[in-house]
């Protein structure tokens, strides 16, 4: 019986999820000017992989990531600046898809909180100093 | 100065709601598309397979609501929701869809397997579609109303228990 099932383990295939298709031309390719394949490398490192939900479209192996790349490149030798395109992006699939957060009040707890932690810890400290001395 | 020594534990009773809270509602990891209540982007795709229109915006703003079904051959809860979308069109649901990163010998084998609810179907071999859309992967299904707006998203597969909401969706969009 173990044996069995060893011999299947061997034979089994792991259920296809991608497609047969290449990937996209600019998905993997450089753009062949230096500054407008270095605009598109620093944007591809700031937006979040949609598969692969904690990587960046730069760092991911899925499909769905080097599409994102190609339109990444393909918009930044059309002469869009990097911002458009992350506007772009933004505007479908919200905040999230940027690895920079936007500036809004509903972010603004996140920036004050290493403030306020800081303050904390001053405090503890001089409750301790004090006891001491 | 005794009431100092709780803090620690308020601390821990707080990490232990917050732990006991995401394990019992767990977090929502689909991302929405944020064009709904918006016009589609324009687009106009190539026939995915022969013998079958393709795809374009100006199909979809055709005066009647309609469903456009985002999927691939490859994606195997595609295959779950075909039987779905067959009973959605029996019921007069006008359905177009949008095939990712496709082949026609592909498309034209999943449609001979699990039949074929679409008028019109897309071939978006570089998924440029769906990221102009919003849609993150398949299958999804939006609804568009007559003028060509996105009323509603259904991500991932449409199954028996969702056919209501869709009827509603695009009752709702006429």
Known sequence: MKRALFALLLIAAPLRADSDLPPARWANEQLPDARQEAAATALMGEIRCLVCQGQSIADSDAEMAGDMRALVRERIARGESPGAVRRWLVERYGAWVSYRPPNEPLSWPLWAAPIALLVAGGWLLRGRFRRRA | ?174
């Open chain 2, 1 to 174: 100065m005794n009431r100092a020594r709780f803090i620690p534990l308020i601390v821990f009773a707080l990490i232990v709601v917050a732990v006991a809270w995401r394990l019992a509602v767990p977090r929502d990891d689909r991302v929405a598309s944020k064009l709904e209540g918006q016009q589609l982007p324009a687009f106009a795709l190539p026939p995915a397979l022969p013998g079958k229109p393709g795809l374009a915006s100006a199909d979809l703003a055709s005066g009647s609501p309609r469903l456009v079904n985002v999927f691939a051959s490859w994606c195997v809860p595609c295959a779950a929701e075909a039987p779905v979308l067959l009973e959605l069109k029996r019921r007069g649901v006008k359905i177009d869809a949008i095939a990712i990163r496709d082949r026609p010998e592909d498309v034209a084998a999943f449609l001979a397997r699990y039949g074929d609810p679409f008028e019109r179907i897309g071939g978006d071999s570089e998924s440029r579609v769906q990221i102009a859309l919003g849609s993150s992967g398949v299958p999804e299904s939006f609804v568009i109303d007559g003028k060509g707006v996105i009323r509603a998203q259904h991500i991932g597969p449409i199954m028996e228990q969702d056919i209501s909401g869709i009827l509603a969706a695009l009752e709702a969009a006429r």
